[in-house]
């Protein structure tokens, strides 16, 4: 579906939305957003980039996704994430020991990223996404609210979990010729947060947040 003139009537199954225009994130142009159903989305008249999709309680979903993902992330911390046994001595691995291992082994720089991809960067999403969520539910936003979403917005590509998670699957092959290796409770919980930010990415629409915002400006 194209964007169309507000002149334009509107059938009456389509609701109205409190977004009425945006500028395309491709060619800039800027124009007018119609009242849109649940599930449609609106291209760009110029280059047919996406601009907009009306999902059906976003704020709801991406909240359910974003405390699943805070209770799992605090289980992946709490646990062991692998143990290594040979020769009769077990070693348990955990995120923080991981990041404290690399400082120990001379690679400040790598524990510091490790520290700030797969710990803080995560978190600070889950609690600052929940925070807002929450205050956007109840409709009490204050001056902290759009500042907080905008930082989220603009850190949301250092959380690196995937990343992780492929170099520990390199380290688990290569590590399996020779010691035993013993997945922890943490790894699967680690495998589900994944998924959970994932889910939380794919349904939480920032526009909707903006949207609250705005009405509750106005």
């Not at 907009?52 to 909240?63: G, M, Q, V």
Request: hydrophobic share 50%.
């Amino acid at each position: 579906m194209s964007a169309i003139p507000n002149t334009v009537q509107i059938k009456k199954h389509h609701s109205q939305t409190s977004l009425t225009h945006m500028a395309c994130p491709e060619c800039d142009l800027l124009q007018a957003i119609p009242p849109l159903a649940v599930g449609e989305s609106v291209l760009c008249l110029r280059c047919g980039k996406s601009l907009y999709t009306h999902h059906k309680n976003s704020i709801d979903r991406s909240l359910a996704f974003a405390i699943t993902g805070l209770i799992l992330y605090i289980i992946a911390n709490m646990f062991p994430l692998l143990s290594l046994k040979a020769l009769g001595l077990t070693q348990d691995s955990t995120l923080i020991s991981t990041a404290l291992a690399l400082f120990q082994a001379d690679r400040p720089f790598l524990s510091v990223v490790m520290l700030l991809t797969t710990i803080i960067f995560p978190a600070t999403t889950l609690i600052g996404t929940i925070y807002i969520l929450i205050q956007v539910k109840t409709n009490t936003t204050d001056a902290f609210t759009a500042p907080l979403f905008r930082f989220l917005q603009s850190t949301d590509a250092w959380g690196m979990l995937e990343i992780f998670m492929l170099a520990m699957l390199v380290a688990i092959v290569k590590l399996g010729d020779v010691a035993d290796v013993i997945f922890g409770v943490s790894l699967y919980a680690f495998v589900l947060l994944i998924l959970s930010l994932t889910l939380l990415s794919a349904s939480l629409d920032p526009h909707d947040v903006w949207n609250k915002l705005r009405e509750k400006k106005g």
